[in-house]
């Protein structure tokens, strides 16, 4: 039982453009939920979060937006950078548990 | 630095074989907890601990066990590791909720 779901397994995108990584979730307890991202051969590092209170937010060239109606999230990277190529995964908070979806793997080519 | 220091990197043991993967934190964080990640299945939470002598069941705590005496060490024990352990597996720490979580580099597993 899959409560947070990312359906594409990789993405590949053009240097400069917009990547967007989808995430999709069933569980309406969740309350916060955030985007982590991971390096060959290191740990997940955090990356954007949002409150279910909200339905954007906004660091830099990262923008998170939240559709709760539709169970819904995506992670907006403009412009997309080689840098950027990583696997991405999605999270969601419900109380003390964070549970995180199968990432989605981006490659941004230059 | 502040970091999530997990060791050993690498591990190949045999079914059986007890085992630790010691987990340390430097950050003076309430909430830890171990992740593994499988193809496809993304991290899944097997442990997590609130604080000191606190700790609770994941989504996957079947053959495994933890302990948290101190408040900067979580270590994962394997009691009798099976195939189905072979894993990559992450430790990770939080002031107090876990969001947003500091992850370790990782410890890959391999039992044959």
């Known amino acids: 039982d899959q409560q947070v779901k990312q359906n594409s397994p990789s993405l590949s995108v053009q240097e400069g453009r917009i990547s967007i990584l989808n995430c999709d979730y069933t569980?309406?307890?969740?309350?916060?939920f955030l985007w982590y991202k991971k390096y060959p051969a290191e740990g997940p590092t955090f990356l954007i979060s949002i409150s279910s209170i909200k339905d954007k937010n906004e660091d830099g060239r990262f923008t998170v937006f939240l559709n709760k109606s539709a169970k819904h999230l995506s992670l907006h990277i403009v412009p997309s950078q080689p840098g950027d190529s990583a696997v991405y995964f999605c999270a969601a908070l419900n109380g003390n548990k964070l549970v995180f979806g199968a990432g989605t793997i981006l490659r941004v080519k230059s | 630095e502040a970091q999530v220091t997990q060791n050993p990197r690498y591990l190949i043991t045999v079914t059986g074989k007890k085992l630790t993967v010691t987990c340390s934190q430097n950050m003076n964080h309430e909430y830890m907890s171990w992740y593994r990640q499988d193809p496809g299945l993304g991290l899944r939470q097997i442990y997590y601990s609130m604080n000191v002598e606190v700790t609770d069941k994941g989504d996957v705590p079947e053959g495994y066990k933890v302990s948290r005496k101190e408040k900067r060490n979580f270590p994962l024990i394997l009691e009798s590791p099976s195939p189905n352990q072979t894993s990559l597996y992450f430790c990770?720490?939080?002031?107090?909720?876990?969001?947003?979580?500091?992850f370790g580099n990782g410890t890959r597993l391999t039992v044959t």
């Open positions: 569980n309406s307890m969740f309350d916060y």
């Open positions: 990770a720490s939080s002031l107090s909720r876990p969001s947003p979580l500091h």
